[in-house]
Structure formats: structure tokens, C-alpha cells
């Protein structure tokens, strides 16, 4: 075994390697980027080196300044996590040259399978079944539309060298071919650095499930199972679980025999992932190989016991698989639920900004609990547009799924951020659907549940307003004697609302989703009460301790003889009621100001701060309502800006290239009756 070890790469993956890699007495050498400088997995080191600028082409892109790294350090082996370069032949073959162990697969293994098309022709020579498409060399965007009018629509568009749900797009139709392929093509070249694309048919209602397997370089492999990683969004996985519901014991072994075959046929060593699109009678096609570890192999680990980062180091060490085939078991159930700093209710698109409050459930590490939580980032931390805006990984194990559910539910009502908007409501709501309990899963599952899983937004409840006021009162140093359990010695003391004659009143106006809904606190002889909308509630309250108590309050109310409880982050003029798995944010507002004075937008805005790569108008032009005005990137994927009604261009305010903050106008439209 090595010694010395080198993480190239950041955010939880560092983290976790890094906590593998001390168990087992190895030296950690962390690599950061300017915007990474005081990130967790840098702490999580025991030495750090500088490799460059924030966005990933500057830092961790750059394989000549990781190895570098990892000469001047004295690394004897790089793990190179996943994303970035973990699927680089040229590291790969770059870092076996400088006679640095690489953790992972040989570099003709990388390349055999980093091209989609290329390694679906090795799978069709090898007979392992394939989606009806187009996987060849011919790039010219006329021929790749013949191909898909050939398969038949709808179809998908796959960037060749692609993961992550990066480079994709499903056509409908011939007409919205070329310009999808377009937009594919950008988003590979950004991603990637090669826009080579293949065509696929696109099935309706697939599952997606892939197998894990582990090689060594004695000649041995085995599956680790399955994972179902169905549920998406934009065509990246949202949840990840293990054993996939419905796997007949048959099917699982004709699953991971193909997987077993497809990494011989390349001569694989080391933590792959084969995956399948499956169909709802049970037929499988080869989709792709990912050549490193996965985001979702937790689930794997806590359903076998077994912590694969380890398996990735002693067979990069040369040491044989710990086990054979026949002494791999599985048991209970785990589910994997990624939190992202994203707005589901706005197409998922990322949130930036810093963490200004996070509490997650208690946890153990690695396989030996029913809760884990692999995390890159701390309090204070801030979720930047350079990287995937993940936060952590939340994953449970149960006796079966529906405990599996039960406590994913129960974890994620445990899971609280402040700062950025999140995923963990969606999360709950998703786990308490009805497709998803009755493992109704495919990719389509989302969309499917659009109506369920991203409700429209509703007032704010009494019990959100009343724990956001009742945290303002604590903030301010009031209590409710009643609950408090015991009194100041000195009653003068009291700071309980009390008055010798008369009572005291205490209005506080919120603004709850554009409109304003007050408070009224009453203290008389009788006690508190809490009048909302018109009605008035008896109120005590008690406030315990919380992991930050400069921001937060964790509350317990008795709010007309209900019991209510929550947190109550007040950060910036606003309250956050985390509660029951979801956020509830309530906006200060001062009763003297005229509501009706409120600001006025130039035109659309950036819905992040991102990059603008195409711009498809100018001033004068007149569009339609949906029309595409410009396309920006942002955190690795495009958003496209659309009309949000007919109207006249009258100003692009940036140009391409331009680097833009989120909330800036980049067009303004005019009203073509004007």
C-alpha cells in the first residue's frame, strides 16, 4: 500500500476519500482552486496545494498543474474522485508515466468506454443488447437528422464523450432537430471539450439501473449489485436506491453478468458502473460505462457493508478483491437523496450564496448506520456558479423501502439551510408520493408528478407566521412566563410583556409572497394571544437552544391549545421557518412605507450569474411569447432565456461572452402596440 495520496478533486468526493485514507494511515494531499481556499475538504487534508483560478478550466481541469501537485508533495497516487478528470485518459496515461499509481482504471479502459459510441459498438460486438440508434464517426448535422428520421421520434441527443446529464437533450421532431442538436453540441464542447454527439431512440418509461462492479488486476470481477437511479431531473439522478424495487433474482444475475462482461472486454481494474436503461417488461439496453466511482455508491455500501473507497485503494495497491462473488450479500434497503442548492419550482436551477445557517441529522459515517451524510461544505460556506451546487448527500438504510421512506422523511424534516434556496421540501414531497412509494418509478416520474411534486406556492400557515413572530420576540429578549417554568427573581426584571396597567400590543407586519400579513401580539393579566387574519389564539411559547443561537430559534408553541413546533432562522430581514421538511420564508415589513412604492425590473433577468454563449436577437426584432432570446451557462448546463410575451427588442444589454451577476436586466421588450 502507498503511502502518500493525492485527491484530485474537490467538495464531499475529497471528503470522503480523505476519511477513508486516514483510517487506513495514508497521508492526504488536498488541490484548490482560488474559490476553494478555506473549503471543508481542504481542512480535510493533511497538506493542501494552490492549482488555480476559480472556474474548473483554470484549477481542477488542469492536469498538468494536479500532477505537478502531486511530484512537488511527494504523492505516490492520485484518486481522482469523480467529474473533472476522473475520466481522462490522458491524466490517466500521464500520471502511469510520471510512476504515480492512478485510482482507477488503465487508460485504455478510459478510452475504450469515454466514447458512448465507441463503447456501444464494443457491447454490440460482444452481444450485450443496445437501443435501437446511431453511435458512428459522421458529425454533419443533415446526416445526424436523416438518422433520426430513420429511428423515429422521439429521440435523444447524446453528447459521445457526455455524463451527468450534460450534453443531452429528447427531440420530438424533425423541425426541432437542428437546433436542439446545436444546444447539445455548445454544451458538450463547454463540459467536455468534444461535441461529438449519438442518436438514440427514446423510450417511454424506462427505468434506469445500473450495476456496480470492481475489478482487480489478478484477473478477477464482481457485481456489487444494483442501483435504480430512475427518478431524474434534466436527466441527472435526484434519488438513488439499492436493491432496485421489482429486481427478480434471474434478472439481477443477467444484469451483472453483462456488466462483468463488458468490463473484461476492456481489461477493467478498479470501481465502474455499467448502466442499463430498462424497459417495463424487464428488457435492458447498455447505456454507458462510467469508468470511476459514483455519486450514488453509498447506497451500495450500506446495503453490503462494505466502504469501496477502501476496495479502490488496496486494488489500485495491487491487492486482489476482498471477496468473491458467491460471499457478497445484500441486506436491508438504502436510498440516497441528493440536497442541492437549487429552486425545484423554477426548473431546478441553481441557487448561489452563502450558507449563512445548516443543521443536518445526526449521522454516522461510511456503512455502519441507519443515517449518513457525506458533506463538502460547512456553515459559512459559500455555493458558488463554478461548481455542481450540491450540498450533501443524505443517505438512510431501512429493513425494507417503506422503512427506508420512513426515514428519509424523518432526515430530511432534519436537514435545514439558510442562504440559498434548497431541494428538501421537493425531497419530502417526493418521498411521500404515491408513484414513488408504490415503486410506480421511471425517468419520466417527475414530469409525470408535476402537479404533486411542485405544488403552487400557498400562503404562509398561521403556525408559519406565528413561530416567524414569536422568534422575533425571543431575538428581543420576551418570554412567555407560562412555559419559561420559572420567573425572574425580581419582577421589574421581567421581560414578559407584563404591564402594571393596561396591556401590551405589538403588531408585526410580514410580507408573505408580495402581500402583507400582520401579527398582533396582546399581553394582559389573562396571557398572551396571537391574532392572525382576523382571529385571535391563545399563545405560550418556549424557546430551547439551537445549534447557532445568534440566528436560530428552535421553538415550541401552544398556540390555541395546538402544540407547534420549529426552527426559525431570522437572517437579513427575514425569517425562515424550517418546519416539517420545508422553509417558509417571511419578509420584514415596515408599516409606514407605501406598499404600493415597489422597485420596477428593465427587462428579463439573469436567473444566476452565468456566461452568455448565444444570442439569438437584436434591437428591432419583433418575437413571439416563448421565443428563445439568448442562451446563458451556468454551473456547467445552459439556460435558455425565453419571451415571456410578444414584444419588440428595444435593447440587448450584453454581449457574447459577457459574464453577467444574477438579477441584472440582459433584454428589454417593448409592447408591440407601442
Known amino acids: 500500500m502507498f503511502t502518500t495520496l493525492l485527491i484530485a478533486n474537490r467538495g464531499e468526493i ?61 504523492a505516490q ?98 423541425g426541432a432537430f437542428l437546433d436542439a442538436l446545436a444546444s447539445c453540441q455548445r454544451e458538450a464542447r463547454a463540459s467536455f471539450g468534444d461535441d461529438r454527439v449519438l442518436i438514440e431512440r427514446y423510450l417511454q418509461k424506462p427505468r434506469h439501473i445500473e450495476i456496480q462492479v470492481f475489478a482487480d488486476s489478478h484477473g478477477q470481477c464482481v457485481y456489487l449489485f444494483e442501483r435504480d437511479c430512475s427518478v431524474q431531473r434534466r436527466h441527472q439522478k435526484v434519488i438513488e436506491e439499492a436493491p432496485a424495487p421489482g429486481m427478480t433474482p434471474e434478472r439481477r444475475q443477467a444484469m451483472g453478468q453483462a456488466a462483468v462482461a463488458a468490463a473484461k472486454a476492456v481489461g477493467y481494474v478498479g470501481a465502474g458502473t455499467v448502466e442499463f436503461i430498462v424497459e417495463p417488461d424487464g428488457r435492458f439496453y447498455f447505456m454507458e460505462m462510467n469508468t470511476r466511482l459514483q455519486v450514488e455508491h453509498p447506497v451500495t455500501e450500506m446495503i453490503t457493508g462494505l466502504d469501496l473507497v477502501e476496495w479502490q485503494l488496496r486494488v489500485a495497491a495491487g491487492e486482489p478483491l476482498p471477496l468473491t462473488q458467491q460471499a457478497l450479500r445484500i441486506e436491508g434497503h438504502a436510498i440516497e437523496a441528493r440536497i442541492y442548492a437549487e429552486n425545484p419550482e423554477k426548473g431546478f436551477l441553481p441557487s448561489i450564496g452563502t450558507l449563512n445557517y445548516l443543521a443536518l441529522p445526526p449521522h454516522t459515517a461510511f456503512a455502519n448506520g441507519d443515517i449518513r451524510v457525506d458533506g463538502g461544505v460547512r456553515m459559512g460556506d459559500t455555493i458558488t456558479p463554478f461548481y455542481d451546487p450540491m450540498i450533501a448527500k443524505l443517505i438512510v438504510r431501512g429493513a425494507d423501502r417503506d422503512q427506508a421512506r420512513a426515514r428519509m422523511v424523518q432526515a430530511l424534516a432534519q436537514t435545514q439551510a439558510v442562504g440559498v434556496q434548497t431541494n428538501v421540501a421537493f425531497l419530502t414531497r417526493l418521498m411521500q408520493d404515491a408513484a414513488f412509494a408504490q415503486a410506480d418509478l421511471d425517468t419520466g416520474l417527475i414530469e409525470r408528478r408535476r402537479a404533486t411534486l411542485l405544488p403552487d406556492a400557498q400562503p404562509a400557515s398561521l403556525e408559519s407566521l406565528a413561530l416567524a413572530s414569536v422568534a422575533v420576540l425571543v431575538q428581543e429578549g420576551l418570554s412567555s412566563d407560562t412555559l419559561r417554568g420559572t420567573q425572574a427573581p425580581d419582577p421589574w426584571a421581567a421581560r414578559d410583556g407584563w404591564r402594571l396597567s393596561g396591556r401590551y400590543r405589538r403588531v408585526l407586519p410580514w410580507d408573505d409572497q408580495g402581500q402583507t400579513r400582520e401579527a398582533e401580539f396582546t399581553r394582559d393579566a389573562a396571557g398572551w394571544s396571537l391574532t392572525v387574519d382576523g382571529n385571535t389564539h391563545a399563545l405560550q411559547w418556549r424557546a430551547h437552544p439551537s445549534a447557532n443561537p445568534e440566528l436560530a430559534y428552535d421553538l415550541r408553541l401552544s398556540l390555541g391549545g395546538q402544540d407547534v413546533s420549529g426552527n426559525v432562522v431570522l437572517h437579513g430581514g427575514r425569517a425562515h421557518v424550517l418546519r416539517q421538511g420545508a422553509t417558509i420564508v417571511l419578509e420584514r415589513r415596515d408599516r409606514y412605507v407605501d406598499e404600493g412604492q415597489e422597485g420596477h425590473g428593465g427587462g428579463l433577468t439573469a436567473p444566476m450569474p452565468g456566461k452568455i454563449i448565444a444570442i439569438a436577437v437584436q434591437a428591432g426584432d419583433r418575437v413571439d411569447k416563448g421565443q428563445a432570446l439568448l442562451v446563458m451557462e451556468a454551473m456547467k448546463m445552459e439556460h435558455t432565456i425565453a419571451a415571456p410575451a410578444a414584444g419588440v427588442v428595444s435593447k440587448v444589454f450584453y454581449a457574447l461572452g459577457d459574464q453577467v451577476a444574477e438579477g441584472v436586466a440582459l433584454i428589454a421588450l417593448d409592447d408591440p402596440a407601442q
Do not use: W
Open 14 to 74: 475529497a471528503c470522503r476519500v480523505a476519511a477513508t485514507a486516514r483510517r487506513l494511515g495514508l497521508r492526504t494531499i488536498a488541490v484548490y482552486s482560488d474559490a476553494d481556499a478555506q473549503a471543508r475538504h481542504v481542512a480535510a487534508c493533511d497538506a493542501a496545494v494552490h492549482i488555480g483560478g476559480a472556474e474548473p478550466r483554470a484549477s481542477y481541469l488542469r492536469a498538468d498543474a494536479i500532477l505537478q501537485a502531486a511530484l512537488a508533495s511527494g
Open 77 to 174: 497516487a492520485i484518486h481522482p474522485g469523480y467529474g473533472f478528470l476522473s475520466e481522462n485518459e490522458a491524466f490517466a496515461q500521464a500520471a502511469s508515466d510520471t510512476g504515480i499509481t492512478f485510482v482507477g482504471p488503465p487508460a485504455s479502459a478510459i478510452a475504450a468506454m469515454g466514447s458512448k459510441s465507441a463503447a456501444k459498438a464494443l457491447m454490440e460486438r460482444a452481444g450485450v443488447p443496445l437501443v435501437p440508434g446511431y453511435h458512428g464517426d459522421n458529425q454533419d448535422p443533415e446526416f445526424l437528422r436523416q438518422q433520426a428520421d430513420g429511428i423515429g421520434y422521439p429521440v435523444l441527443i447524446k453528447a459521445s464523450a457526455g455524463g451527468g446529464g450534460k450534453g443531452m437533450r429528447v427531440v420530438e421532431s424533425s
